[in-house]
């Protein structure tokens, strides 16, 4: 188990140079002339540029560039953006609010997903079924950039039932409305997956037997059945944390939340290659924990499955 | 079962995780929940060093934290505000400017003349790096802070020579030439005083001063900057210029205007200093008298490539503007939310003329045709512009309305981004007509004529020059009275009625809204909310 926890972490130190090094070369060859992004209307003079060369090296080559970019990771310097903030800085400020909102999002989306996934799969052809498959389906066709607004206008500003815009220091009540938006995103699939593999694991002999010998019925599709069909779920959410990233970035912009997603966003807009790159590599870092995470859950749900 | 204690682990985990999500931060001081205090929307300034802001934001919040040697009043004329007296000799070239006794900055330091001759020098010496750095480019020894042009060597000198501290309360300013309008230039944000609290060393400025800047305003900030979040400033005690009526103003930051609006009207916030425009619609019943407009410096404009051999004749540049319906445009495509511009100058500035442009920017697609034939234009025309700036609506109308006057084709050309389009410009290459704008730096003709249409200005795109032009501005530059340097200004204007070599298309305007909790809430040229009027409604 350990060994294999280490052998991850040590691909992910691989992947995390990759990841860097690519969206480095992304931004490099996106990258028009920032300072004139930051001046507007007015055109940068040379003694301006030389000055701001110095200091961002824009002048100089991509592996140039590169090579100061990694030069300061190494020493745990993530640089500093175009409007001079310190990157780590912005980072620290931006991911607490964004993990707490995506926390906030999986764990409504995956508490009614299973709870409605199970009860349509047991009742089968019923009722609930039915409309929840008629909600999936409205859901799943609703953009959020479309659903982001509208709900900030309805529950928002008609109904005043939660705040419009969302501070840095949130509590849950402020954050349940931009989480719920978020969570619609992912809830869909998750409640769709978990019918299947529960209506499936309905069927299989050990569930028969689980009957024959007289467990009743809650017990054995809450433990028995729900356990074995939870493995395709998890998977599922685990990489819906890339669906709710890339989800964020509306959502933080309709509420006002300055996360990760705002800052990427007004990263990509001022073509600040820096503050694009240190967000996009703690996203990646974030990313394969959580499905390193996710592994380790099978063996949580499977004591068959064992690491080695 | 072994299986079923770790199944059991999974609940606290996920209980401790939604705690963690629940748990919210530290609670910062709130001073918008005290009476007499405000909140007002923002975007995320660049910065709130003085030196460095070019955009309206970090201005805005720099008003309430700085006190300027110069305001601006209602008819755009120039009075002293923490200077005593300006004063200039006869050529307008030495200017001595006397400070009030009495002043301090917010942590106590007496405002002296050292404080601003610092703040000048820094912001002018090139290594810094500040935007606003040519606003001192006219005073004298500018150039020796510069890199040598032919060396590119950076420069060694850190001082002006044509700053001078005659005594504590008094500097003088020699300028390179005389310019009569030194004055007003001096209402700007890069000529505000810095505490000595703000520099490390000589000419080193504090890396955390831009956080929690300290100026010699009517407020300071209480605690630092929120970034992406809220700036928070609080009545300096016992000040000695105009005090504001508010106690408090927090300055909302916001990056989505939608947002913005929303936030107004479930009361959030007091005042939105910009309606989104798909907002406007609603805005009317939604604020009734409390929606505002008032104009701002913007200008927009179509500029013609004077040295391209089809754009030479004037008469063709004359026919295209008179193939534009502007007030069309301004009706359907802005809702009401531009003005048509028929001058060169923004129609507050002092000096402006309604209908400068004459018959020239009036609507007349027969006069237009005959123009454009005589003076052999193109059959075939492309107006360019930048897509992240949401135009394509506006280049459109006007490409459509160009076509049905002169019956020739005009196909609209999308470049991603304004620095692109200004480079193809730069190296003059053929990318027909170009949507370009401008907002000027302080209320004066020159700041329209100087940069976007003389030979050396830094903006002038067109390619455009005239030496009469040219030296009509610098006669005004240089004129013995304000009033004679706009006489001077004027007839430059004129010449443009005829060279055309931009078309004007609209003028800006500020649309803002408020809540009910606000009164007298009043928005100036730069787009900036007077702090010194709004006042909470009683």
Redesign the interface.
Known sequence: MTRYIVRRLLQMVLTFFGATFVVYALMFANQ??PY?????????????R???N??YHLDKGFFTQYWYYVKGLLTGDFGTSL???RIGD?LA??W?IT??LT??AI?ISAVVAIAAGVFSAVRRGGIFDHVTLVLTLVVLAMPIVVLA?VA??IF??KL?WF???V??????YQ?LLPALVLGTLVVATELRVTRSSVAENLRADYVRTARAKGLSTRRVVGVHVL?NSLIPVITLIGVDLGVLMSGAIVTE????I?GVG??L??GI?TEDGPVVVGFVSVLVIVFLVVNLIVDL?YA??D?RIRYE | M??KS??R??APV?TI??L???C?????QDTEALPNSISISIG?P??LIPSGV??TYGLQVLTSLFYPLVGIDKTNKPYTMAADSITHDKSAKVWTIKLKDGFTFSNGEPVTADNYINAWNYAAF??????T??YFDRIAGYADL??DPAT?K?PTVKKMSGLKKINNLTLQVTLDAPFIGFETVMSYASFYPLPKAAFSGDGVLNKDF?EEPIGNGPFKMTGKW?????IQVTKVPDFKGTVPKVDNITWK????L???Y??L??G?LDVDTKIPTESLGSASSDLGLRLQKSPSSAFQFIGVPTFEKDFSDPRVRRALSMAINRQEIADQIYLGTQLPATSWVSPQIDGYRANSCGDACEYNPTQAKKLYTQGGGPAEITISYNT?GGYKSYIDALCNQIKSSLGINCTSHAV?????L??DL?EKKNVGLVR????MDYPLMESYLGPVYTTTG??NYSGYTNPTFDSLVKDGDEAKTPDEAIKKWQQAEDILKDDMPVIPVMFGQNVYGYSPKVDDVTMDLSQNVDIYTIDVAS
Do not use: C
């Not at chain 1, 501070?167 to 849950?172: G, H, K, S």
């Not at chain 2, 090139?126 to 935007?131: E, I, K, L, M, T």
């Not at chain 2, 929120?226 to 809220?230: P, T």
């Open positions: 028009d002339d004139q992004v930051l001046a507007g209307d007015r055109v940068v003079s040379d003694s301006q030389a000055a701001l110095a200091q409007t001079g903030r912005m400020e931006a607490p993990i707490k926390l906030l764990v607004p900030q206008l928002g500003v005043g705040p419009v815009t501070t840095r220091d949130a509590n849950l954050l356990r912009g309709v509420f006002n300055p705002f800052n966003f007004r807009r859950l949580v749900l004591p | 072994p299986g770790r199944w682990m999974v996920a995780a939604l963690a999500a629940g919210s931060g530290g609670d910062s995320e660049q910065t070019v955009e090139a290594p810094n790096a500040q935007v750095s040519y510069q890199p590119k950076p831009n929120q970034h992406d979040q809220k930051i916001y990056q989505d939608g947002a913005q929303n936030d009207i479930s959030n992240d991603p981004s304004l620095s692109e200004v480079k730069q370009l704008a401008w907002a830094s903006s």
